[in-house]
């Protein structure tokens, strides 16, 4: 009887711990942004917008995670995650860049290895979306550099639904890059609630 009862407690008790498990609030998860990129007629645009999030409070609404990196600003990186992780990551891609200058998906590949391998880079949760003139990129921690077909890039909590609207309005004739980046981002603003109508945008 005894066993008996210790297996039921155990398992309620594992029951118990399962449940709380399930409804924390996970503070470092693809939380508080939206970044997009979109490739047309020769020209890109990079979106992301502004909030900053904690679980389910607004830290900032103005946060700028769109910047220029590489010689003369010629490379447009766009970061989602942890903030500080991806600073760093970002501070890497550049070293990367100045090794190999106005090679970016060498640079990308280089920096894919060592957050790969590298035991304390493998710890940073972010995704980064990067851009030159001529080519387009997703990196993950998973070691993954991947272009995407249509030239279209979404990542973070609304890239999703940013990457969608997106697709869409690349079917519309007349529209430029930059429209389509600012169209899309103010459909995911309007549907994911980590995602704000501040954006931050940069073409080249």
Same mark, same amino acid.
């Given at each position: 009887?005894?066993?008996?009862?210790?297996?039921?407690?155990?398992r !309620?008790?594992?029951? %118990?711990?399962q =449940?709380? !498990?399930?409804?924390?609030?996970?503070?470092?998860?693809? !939380?508080?942004?939206?970044?997009?990129?979109?490739?047309?007629?020769? !020209?890109?645009?990079?979106?992301?917008?502004?909030?900053?999030?904690l679980?389910?409070?607004?830290?900032?609404? =103005?946060?700028r995670?769109?910047r220029?990196?590489?010689?003369?600003?010629?490379?447009?990186a766009?970061?989602a995650?942890?903030?500080?992780?991806?600073?760093?990551?970002?501070? /890497?891609?550049?070293? &990367?860049? $100045? /090794?190999?200058?106005?090679?970016?998906?060498r *640079?990308?590949? $280089? #920096?894919? &290895?060592?957050?790969?391998?590298?035991r304390?880079?493998?710890?940073?949760?972010?995704m980064?979306?990067?851009?030159?003139?001529? /080519?387009?990129?997703?990196?993950t921690?998973?070691?993954?550099? #991947?272009?995407?077909?249509?030239?279209?890039?979404?990542?973070?909590?609304?890239?999703?639904?940013?990457?969608?609207? *997106?697709?869409?309005?690349?079917?519309?004739?007349?529209?430029?890059? $930059?429209?389509?980046?600012? /169209?899309?981002?103010q %459909?995911?603003?309007? %549907?994911?609630?980590?995602? =704000? =109508?501040?954006?931050?945008? $940069?073409?080249?």
């Amino acid at each position: 009887m005894r066993n008996l009862v210790n297996a039921g407690s155990r398992r !309620h008790l594992a029951g %118990i711990m399962q =449940n709380i !498990h399930f409804v924390s609030p996970d503070p470092t998860g693809w !939380h508080g942004t939206t970044i997009l990129c979109v490739r047309r007629d020769g !020209h890109v645009a990079m979106a992301g917008d502004g909030q900053v999030s904690l679980g389910q409070t607004i830290i900032k609404g =103005n946060a700028r995670k769109v910047r220029r990196i590489g010689t003369g600003g010629a490379v447009l990186a766009g970061f989602a995650g942890a903030t500080a992780d991806a600073f760093t990551l970002l501070e /890497r891609l550049e070293a &990367k860049l $100045e /090794r190999f200058p106005g090679q970016l998906e060498r *640079a990308c590949v $280089e #920096l894919a &290895k060592d957050w790969r391998t590298d035991r304390y880079l493998r710890r940073l949760e972010a995704m980064m979306a990067v851009a030159d003139k001529d /080519r387009s990129f997703t990196l993950t921690g998973t070691g993954d550099v #991947l272009e995407p077909e249509d030239g279209v890039i979404g990542i973070g909590s609304g890239g999703n639904y940013a990457l969608s609207a *997106a697709r869409a309005l690349m079917a519309v004739d007349g529209l430029s890059a $930059e429209e389509i980046a600012r /169209r899309a981002m103010q %459909i995911a603003a309007d %549907i994911c609630v980590y995602t =704000n =109508n501040n954006v931050i945008l $940069e073409t080249l």
